[in-house]
């Protein structure tokens, strides 16, 4: 369903060319002006953007409004009678609603920034085939955040703080707004062990190189604790919430 709206895709990609050339001049200017060695190089922060760039729709912003719709005028009831799990039907859901959008931007705005912009290629072809199963593991990762945070309108009803809280606090912890990379090493070292940075950090630092071969399953398996731990939490969560859940009028 959401692989029909081509014409927002467009919009969007048109977007996000406008404000990574945006943040390529920003950096490019922090970089003109410090004289201090920062951790990634000019060509690896520029693609660290990029990647930023074309993956944005990865990152988990809100609850599913449908199902915030749902709960709200009680026809959440007919999922819940329906002869299905609830958790993985609305986990498939985020799972689209994170997917489908990102594949219909990524390839052609990561191809005119590759000819263009500065993208560069992956460190090496180890780099290349470590990175794919890491960015898969963000998309599962940030469905299961989207799914978690869904499911706690069986509390909040209206789900606004949660929606609200939600994109501030991964557009900061992500590495969205500052590559990681920038920030103190204390700092840097907390955030890499939080969830959000396993969405987009990590894939992106093993397709720059910043990670060695040896290094990879570290990381790859940080990423497969949170979305087994956040799934967990999330059927926990359902079960408990299910049973306090009240429908109006039945």
Sequence with gaps: MLLQYRVAALAGFVTQ????????????GFYSASSASPLITLEQAVTYIWLGQGFFRMIPWTADQEIVQKVRDGSVAYDLVRPMDLYWAWYCRALAMLSAPTLMRAAPLLTIAWSFFGLQ???????????????????????????????????????????????????????????????????????????????????????MGQYTPEQFMPHILLQAFWTLALVLLGKAALARGVRRLVVQGG
């Design 121 to 207: 290629k992956p460190a090496s072809l180890a780099h290349f085939l470590a990175w794919l199963p890491s960015m898969g593991l963000g998309l599962l990762l940030s469905a299961a955040i989207v799914t978690t945070v869904s499911l706690s309108l069986f509390w909040t009803i209206s789900g606004e703080g949660v929606s609200k809280l939600l994109p501030a606090a991964v557009w900061m912890f992500s590495g969205m707004v500052v590559p990681l990379p920038f920030l103190p090493d204390r700092l840097r070292m907390i955030l890499e062990l939080l969830p959000s940075s396993s969405i987009i950090d990590t894939p992106f630092r093993i397709y």
């Design 17 to 28: 060319i406008f404000w990574g050339l945006v943040r390529m001049m920003v950096v490019e």
